[in-house]
């Protein structure tokens, strides 16, 4: 009899657990990227492996005991449309119903959502890509972090790249727009500061068809090269190939936003030993990174992969710190699992990550770019600096 009971109880254990694991809850999950506009040719990679950390904690079946699934919902900020982006998001939040988003990528787009939707609606937002300055001190009601550096770094170290390697007059285009200018008036400060000059800084529009005028001004105000603070699939490509065609300049120092392997396949030719620096890590994060990537069929070798992934894992890890998942609780507990103390984690680790929160334990999330949010839930940030020979981006550093 106590045999029957004893094989009764399991049958119904079993029973529940398999219940519980075909009838999990969806929890929406926003990815608001930039598929179409200036960035288009980066944002596949970035929402790829944004979702390849969803599926990674799906599979593990440790969300909330397994009571709870992730469903990636993916909407498009143009990057560049600041109303295209608030309606997008709007969307995510009333009619998908997500309680956070893994987004957005621009910095102006990211600016109008903060404002337009997650604060309204107190939903968090982490960015793996909005660098501008100005987001540290935007009104966001803590819950707005990012996994990417500030612009206010990424000036300061191409400034030290510049002066490192005996260049002390440039001249600068830069995207007209928040993270262009943002990023533009970081550079300068730094770059003036180490004692260098600037002959013209001067913005561009993008998807122009013609650059020309734009590059002539550069042109006739001098430097050793030109600084590109722009867009790879729209203006910042397009100043590059002007400047290509009528013989303006020969060497470019590139901004993140122009790390793109579209980029050097269709210019590689004519930017032999340009340089420039884009939001990178190295260790064993990215290590783990890369070998989930390669193993996924993802291409996490492009710029701000490893950030995607990062946003995505802090706040399926936040839901589970939190106990639930509603805005309130991812918010409030994406800073405890970002930062020391506790367990450190790598990609490929968020099952082991799930098991020790939902045990009462700390984790320390490192992932992919060895995260520490700081202050106001910034990046810390570490930067690559690279150069372009025979076509492709070669590491230089870390920095």
């Not at 969806?26 to 944004?50: C, K, N, Q, R, Y």
């Not at 928040?178 to 970081?186: E, P, Q, T």
């Not at 936040?318 to 790598?346: C, F």
């Amino acid at each position: 009899m106590k045999k029957l009971l004893m094989a009764c109880a399991a049958t119904a254990l079993m029973a529940g657990a398999a219940q519980a694991g075909g009838h999990a809850k969806e929890v929406g999950i926003g990815v608001i990227l930039g598929f179409t506009g200036p960035i288009e040719s980066l944002t596949p990679m970035m929402g790829d492996s944004a979702e390849l950390a969803m599926t990674e904690v799906n599979e593990s079946g440790k969300l909330m005991d397994g009571a709870l699934t992730l469903k990636p919902v993916r909407a498009d900020s143009t990057c560049v449309d600041s109303a295209a982006a608030t309606a997008a998001a709007e969307r995510l939040v009333t009619t998908d119903g997500v309680v956070a988003i893994m987004g957005a990528d621009c910095s102006g787009v990211t600016g109008a959502v903060l404002s337009n939707v997650a604060v309204p609606n107190g939903v968090p937002m982490i960015s793996p890509s909005a660098t501008s300055p100005a987001l540290s001190t935007a009104v966001d009601n803590d819950l707005f972090f990012r996994t990417a550096p500030s612009d206010a770094r990424q000036g300061q170290v191409l400034a030290e790249i510049l002066k490192n390697r005996g260049v002390n007059e440039v001249a600068v285009t830069y995207s007209n727009s928040d993270y262009g200018k943002g990023l533009s008036d970081s550079f300068v400060a730094s770059f003036e500061g180490m004692g260098g000059a600037i002959t013209l800084n001067a913005p561009h529009e993008d998807n122009k068809a013609d650059y020309s005028a734009e590059i002539g001004a550069l042109a006739s105000a001098g430097g050793e090269l030109l600084v590109v603070l722009g867009y790879a699939d729209s203006g910042g490509k397009g100043m590059i190939q002007a400047a290509v065609d009528t013989g303006a300049f020969d060497t470019f120092m590139l901004g993140d936003g122009m790390y793109g392997d579209a980029l050097v396949s269709e210019l590689g030719a004519d930017m032999e030993g340009s340089f420039g620096a884009v939001p990178w890590s190295e260790g064993a994060g990215a290590d783990a990174f890369k070998a989930i990537t390669d193993a996924a069929g993802i291409n996490g070798e492009s710029s701000f992969t490893r950030e995607s992934y990062d946003a995505a894992a802090l706040l399926a890890l936040a839901i589970q710190k939190g106990g639930e998942a509603t805005p309130a609780a991812i918010a409030a507990s994406i800073l405890d699992v970002a930062n020391a103390p506790g367990e450190p984690i790598l990609p490929g680790e968020l099952g082991k990550a799930l098991e020790i929160l939902a045990g009462g334990g700390e984790v320390d999330y490192v992932g992919a770019t060895n995260v520490e949010l700081i202050g106001p839930g910034e990046a810390a940030g570490t930067y690559r600096y690279y150069e372009i020979k025979g076509s492709a981006f070669e590491t230089i550093e870390f920095k």
